[in-house]
């Protein structure tokens, strides 16, 4: 017999009734995001060998933004945009699980996981398209399976594949039957339980008879322990996360494990069309399935948003009237440090949150935001100096005081409070404040398992706080970073008019690395710099400082766009190798897939050379008010290596309008990119004076909800230097050149009305053209220019030699006239040209 197709786990997959084979691609990540594991699916999903990807960033194959997972959640689903080797996107259903040890619940198969035992990481599994049939009879299907039980139910076909799940069943797992459907068992609940019902589930396909078996998740969703032979619980089910759900539904009889009925589906002419998946709970006991339900909703319902206050009303929103009749979350002001109080010490604290069953909540007699100091010895200054939760009840001396002592505690007797529970909250190693629950309708006091349960509500609540004012701070540091790296004036110059705008992303993934810049050459010319660093935070706004500096001092020798790219790329390529072993987040690693628009523009001859490294072309405006797109080569971005960069030159007309921008301008990933463009340029083309109007006017057309990546914006219109500011002479290689040099510059400065400079530029048109004549090849040229606010001198010739200053010894009889020129002159240099070099110097200008 022909073997079966074996899945990236190790485990044969299924083959239907028609024959046909369902495939599921599997990889692994460590925590870090880097690729430890690459099934045979996955190089035939995506094209890229495990040779090829492992080791390496996974976000290398996204095709847009990456999903934003909090550090707590133990599973994420949803639907990403991935690159194929060859280029092309493909948009896959993804399911990942975080395991405390990877290699075990159905991870990479073997030879394929690059090492990746033993460590944690995330298992991420997709059903490959098109390697699954349609579920049959759509309808017939939920009239067979939903319509005969109230619990959990799941239909999968003969493929083992899910195609439908009910209500109750997205409920247990957290996950949509979308997320879901074309996944077999093992990849929604990784481990060797599951991976017995499914052969449990063969078997029914098989023999047309029902059977049980335990269900490989409990009652709240987390995944149920199994054992592999060591004594160890294997995956994902094994990390303290999971644990907690099943302590809490555990109760008191130790029972919290699921059972699954396997009920064999037939159509009415008999044919077996798949299994149906039905979960029973083992306890039937009200109390733990009550405390089951709010440990599970907690995973959904607190921490949805990175904002404290409204995390603090989702505890409480949870518990009343669930759990207790009246909450109040009150939280220590992040300035306030570590809370090191002792229990007789006094502790202040800011109300955040409450809520009641009674309407308008008479209890809370502090109003949300105001500012309260427990006095010492009531039960929340002792939770919070010891750091632990306790239960009170009325009759409790501790109870009794407070509400006698403290005003503030007075709805404790008005209320006809019986039970109270204080509960710290406890994350990263800080006291954050604490939650306040009681009891006054609910005549049953609080239990035991209601202050742990509490507990666990409240550890959540706190790491959700924890991480929003992590954020904060780390969000607050990258933008004073990014602000501190831009530029905060544009420079002085005489090229292009210029307006810019900045707008940090305002997502959960924090600020990127988007920059701009704008760079005055010599001989009157400006560059122009747009770029986009991969990742967000702090480091893509570091490794963009980086870049940035390295596109200064590279424009500075006066590269061509090409070969500054190209320098670029290298320098990339080597900030990636000395990052590789580092701990930090594989996507900023170096900045490798940084894209980058550079420009160069000359108002004497309006040439405009440009290249680009992956970056959108930019857009022109030409004096008419057409719009349309420079065609400049498109490079690879950068890092990649082995790939050239093109340089692209045009001839604009006075009064172009350049737009440089980042992709997030066009928000590719929530807007249609041709609408998107339409609408730019629509915005460009209508007529302005003011280039700040032309910037605000295309931000406000395009950006219509807050943005979800960094968006630089760059607007130039080009000026021409007037002829007549502009005077060249030819020169023949000959000594005697020199005093008609000086001559020609005379009468220039007279015809500029610059006389007063006559002197200084004499001297420095000597040493020039004398070392042209003495060091270089002919033929020669000077050239001067006047911009209003600088005198430029140039000397060209076609050696390639770079002059170099020294210092003459003392009866040395040359050596002394690049020392001269760099006292004379407020700058000079030296920049090379395909047929030889150009020496400068520049000169301000006192305004009239």
Request: aromatic share 4%; net charge negative.
């Amino acid at each position: 017999m022909e073997p079966l197709p074996t899945a990236a786990g190790g485990q044969p997959e299924s083959r239907g009734t028609d024959g046909g084979t369902a495939y599921t691609a599997t990889a692994t990540l460590d925590d870090h995001g880097i690729v430890t594991g690459w099934s045979a699916q996955a190089h035939h999903l995506l094209g890229h060998t495990p040779a090829e990807i492992i080791g390496h960033p996974a976000t290398l194959l996204l095709a847009g933004p990456p999903p934003h997972t909090p550090p707590t959640a133990p599973r994420w689903a949803g639907t990403l945009a991935l690159r194929h080797r060859d280029g092309h996107t493909l948009r896959l259903r993804l399911l990942a699980h975080h395991r405390e040890s990877a290699g075990t619940g159905g991870g990479a198969s073997p030879g394929h996981n690059g090492g990746g035992h033993g460590r944690s990481g995330w298992l991420v599994v997709a059903a490959v398209p098109g390697s699954f049939g349609d579920p049959p009879a759509h309808d017939a299907v939920r009239g067979w399976a939903f319509g005969q039980s109230p619990c959990p139910q799941a239909v999968f076909d003969t493929n083992l594949r899910l195609t439908r799940a009910n209500a109750a069943f997205e409920d247990t797992l957290g996950l949509r039957e979308a997320e879901m459907r074309g996944l077999r068992l093992p990849d929604l609940a990784p481990g060797d339980t599951a991976r017995q019902a499914e052969t449990h589930m063969r078997s029914v396909l098989t023999s047309g008879h029902p059977q049980h078996t335990p269900a490989p998740f409990t009652a709240d969703g987390s995944l149920a322990t199994g054992h592999d032979g060591s004594g160890r619980g294997t995956g994902p089910g094994d990390t303290d996360r999971s644990r907690e759900g099943a302590d809490a539904a555990e109760g008191a009889d130790g029972e919290h494990a699921l059972r699954a009925t396997l009920t064999p589906l037939a159509d009415p002419a008999g044919t077996i069309r798949g299994v149906v998946f039905t979960t029973h709970p083992a306890a039937e006991d009200p109390e733990v399935r009550r405390r089951s339900h709010l440990l599970h909703s907690a995973a959904t319902r607190i921490g949805t948003t990175l904002d404290t206050t409204r995390t603090a009303q989702e505890l409480t929103d949870l518990v009343v009237p669930e759990l207790a009749d009246y909450a109040a979350v009150d939280l220590i002001e992040p300035s306030t440090g570590r809370h090191t109080a002792g229990p007789d010490g006094p502790v202040t604290v800011t109300r955040t949150a409450a809520r009641s069953v009674l309407p308008g909540t008479p209890e809370a007699l502090i109003a949300l935001g105001d500012t309260a100091t427990y006095p010492p010895g009531s039960p929340p200054a002792q939770t919070l100096a010891t750091g632990k939760a306790a239960l009170y009840d009325i009759t409790e001396a501790t109870l009794a005081r407070w509400a006698v002592q403290d005003p503030r505690a007075a709805w404790i007797r008005e209320a006809g409070t019986h039970s109270v529970i204080a509960v710290p909250l406890t994350a990263g190693g800080s006291t954050l404040g604490l939650a306040v629950f009681s009891r006054h309708r609910n005549p049953i006091p609080f239990t035991a398992d209601d202050l742990a349960l509490t507990e666990k509500l409240a550890d959540r609540a706190a790491a959700a706080i924890h991480n929003a004012r992590r954020y904060a701070r780390e969000r607050t540091t990258t933008m004073t970073l990014q602000r501190s790296l831009l530029p905060h004036t544009l420079p002085e110059q005489a090229a292009l008019d210029v307006a810019t705008r900045y707008l940090p992303a305002t997502t959960h993934a924090g600020v990127g690395g988007d920059w701009f810049d704008v760079i005055p050459l010599s001989g009157t010319r400006v560059a122009l710099v747009v770029g986009d660093v991969v990742g967000h935070g702090i480091r893509a706004s570091a490794t963009m400082g980086r870049l940035r500096t390295a596109v200064r001092t590279l424009a500075d020798v006066d590269l061509p766009p090409d070969e500054l790219l190209t320098h670029l790329d290298d320098l990339v390529i080597h900030l990636c190798s000395d990052d590789a072993g580092e701990s930090q987040d594989a996507e900023t690693a170096g900045g490798i897939g940084t894209t980058c628009l550079y420009a160069v523009y000359d108002p004497t001859t309006r040439q405009c050379s440009l290249a680009r490294a992956g970056h959108p072309p930019p857009a022109v405006v030409t004096p008419d008010h057409a719009v349309h797109f420079l065609d400049v080569p498109a490079g690879p971005p950068l890092g990649l290596g082995g790939l050239p960069f093109e340089t692209m030159t045009t001839n604009l007309p006075e009064g172009t309008v350049l737009a440089l921008y980042t992709n997030g301008l066009l928000d590719p990933h929530h807007h249609d990119i041709d609408q998107s463009l339409d609408k730019m340029f629509t915005a460009l083309a209508h007529p302005a004076r003011s280039l700040d109007t032309v910037c605000d006017r295309v931000l406000t057309t395009l950006i219509t909800h807050r943005p979800t990546d960094d968006i630089a914006l760059l607007v130039a219109r080009t000026r021409t230097l007037a002829p007549d500011h502009i005077a060249t002479w030819e020169l023949p290689s000959d000594p005697a050149t020199v005093a008609r040099a000086r001559h020609h510059t005379t009468s220039q400065l007279a015809t500029w009305g610059l006389e007063e400079t006559s002197f200084t530029t004499e001297l420095l048109v000597s040493e020039l053209v004398t070392n042209a004549i003495r060091y270089g090849k002919p033929p020669i040229q000077l050239r001067l220019i006047h911009n209003n606010t600088a005198l430029i001198t140039e000397v060209t010739d076609t050696s390639n030699t770079t002059p170099h200053l020294r210092r003459a010894r003392t009866y040395d009889e040359g050596g002394r006239g690049l020392l001269l020129v760099a006292q004379l002159a407020q700058q000079w240099g030296t920049r090379h040209h395909p047929r030889g070099k150009t020496i400068w110097t520049e000169q301000a200008l006192t305004p009239a």
